[in-house]
C-alpha cells in the first residue's frame, strides 16, 4: 500500500474485517480454555503493529525443572510474523 | 459446481432468492429441467419473484406431511420449459419439515432433475439446516459490505462442517463507481477475506426491483447488466469459460488484476 494514497473507508473495513474473522474463526472450534483465551487477546494486541501467520502461531504453558526440585512455568509464545506495519495502531 | 445446489448468504437481503430465480431461468433457457425449491417456510418470497404466486395449490410441507404427491406441488413454469418450483408453505414454520425429509425431497426430485437449486433463507437455524441437507454444493452470496461477509464467512465455516467444501461466491449488488472512490469492497478485497472461489459478479441495477415488480427474472431483460451477470453465473455453472463482465471501472478488481 503506497505511503501516499491516503486510507479509503473500504482500507479502513477490510482491516476491520480480517481481525473480526480470525475471532470468529477461533471461537466457532469447541475450545475456549485460558490458551485459547491468552492467544485471542495477544493477536489482538499485536496485530496492530504486525501481521501475524495465526496458522502456525502457538501458545504453551510449560514447565522447566528447577535445581531443588520445584517447577517454574513459563508462558511460551511462537509467533511467527508476515509482515511488520509502518507506524502501528495509528496511522499507516 | 455439482448439480443440487443451495443458495445461501447468512445475512438476509444479499440476493439469494433473485438469485435463484435467475439461475433457474437461465440453466432452463440452456435446455436443463432445473427444480427450485423454497425452503423459507412462512416467508415463502420465491414464488411472487417468479411471478407464480397464483399458481401454488400444494407447497413443501405438503408434500414432507404426505397430503399431496411431489407431482402435484411442483409447479411447471410455462414461460421457461424445464423450470419447476416446489414453493415453500406461508403459515408454518421451519420445524414443520427436517433435514431428513428435505434428503428425501432432494433424492426424489434429483431422479427427474439435471438441476436442483435450494434457495435457502438467512439464518443458520432450521431454515439452513434444511436447506443444505440434501445439497452437494454451495453458492455463496455477498454484498461487499463488512456485516454481509463476515456472515458469509460463518456459513462457509459452517457447510464445510456439515461436509460442504464444494462453495463458490457471488458478490452481488456490486457499485463500480463507489469501488473506484474507494468506498465499497473491491472484488479481490473480499476474495482474498473469504478465501473462496469467485463464480460471478453481479451490479447493482434498479432492472432487478421492476423485474421482481413484473414478476420475471432480470435475465430475459436485455438491458439487465445484473441480468447478463445472471446468465453468465449460469453457462459457468454448465462448466463454460465466460469472461466477466467489463463494468466500466478500472480497478475494480482492486490492486490485483486478474484477467478472468
Known sequence: ?92 | MENTIVVTSGKGGVGKTTTVANLGAGLALEGKKVALIDTDIGLRNLDVVLGLENRIVFDLVDVVEGTCRLQQALIKDKRYPGLFLLPAAQTRDKMAVSPAQMRDVVAELEKEMDYVLIDCPAGIEQGFKNAVAGAKSALIVTVPEVSSVRDADRIIGLLNSTGIDDVALIINRIRPDLVKKGDMLAIDDTLDILGIDLIGVVPEDEHILRSSNLGEPALIDKKSMAGKAFKNISKRILGEDVEYLDLKVKGLFGRLFQGK
Do not use: C, W
Open chain 1, 1 to 92: 500500500m503506497s505511503r501516499f494514497r491516503k486510507k479509503t473507508t473500504s482500507d479502513i473495513a477490510i482491516e476491520r474485517l480480517k481481525l473480526v474473522l480470525i475471532h470468529d474463526r477461533m471461537g466457532t472450534s469447541p475450545n475456549s480454555n485460558i490458551i485459547s483465551m491468552i492467544k485471542k487477546d495477544i493477536i489482538d494486541v499485536i496485530s496492530s503493529y504486525v501481521e501475524i501467520d495465526v496458522d502456525n502461531f502457538e501458545v504453551e504453558i510449560t514447565k522447566v525443572p528447577k535445581p531443588n526440585n520445584t517447577y517454574e512455568s513459563k508462558l511460551v509464545a511462537n509467533i511467527p510474523i508476515k509482515k511488520i506495519k509502518q507506524g502501528g495502531r495509528d496511522s499507516f
